[in-house]
């Protein structure tokens, strides 16, 4: 499965700005429903807010990969946000929150292709080389050449 299926370049948002984890995912889903004008903003932030206090999505190494399943999506949909400055998402290893890498899925019985994006993202972030790249990346272009390059 090919990342730069799910990740568009436009989707790619760079030193976004946010104070917190609560502003930022007010921001985000504005952001969103700016692309998505037929989503709507309340029931994408509740999905989102709902799916944090399950367990933060911050996996660890400034990364951070909140999911969610909406019925209104028809594709998966992948959104990258390097912050311009660290935020604590509540990680599991307690560092703050660099990249930000938002999904959300169309609903489906069995949600496997979810469970499949999930499982590559959480795999390409754990190699150190890679997280460097994509953290030392200048732009919104080589961050997206990094990420489809790596896979």
Known sequence: ???DLFIQKEH???RFDAA?????FKKMVKDIVSVYPDFEEERL??????????????IGNGI???HVMYEKCKNHE???YRLA???DFAALDKKPVELVFAMIGAPSPSNIVNLQILAKLALMMKHPDFL???LAAENRDSLYEALIRYE
């Open 1 to 3: 499965m090919k990342l």
């Open 12 to 14: 790619i948002r760079f």
């Open 20 to 24: 917190d984890k609560t502003d930022f």
């Open 45 to 58: 932030l509740e999905l989102f807010y709902l799916r944090e206090e399950t367990m933060s999505t911050g």
């Open 64 to 66: 951070a990969i909140p």
């Open 78 to 80: 992948i959104f990258v």
């Open 85 to 87: 400055k660290a935020i």
């Open 132 to 134: 460097d790249t994509l």
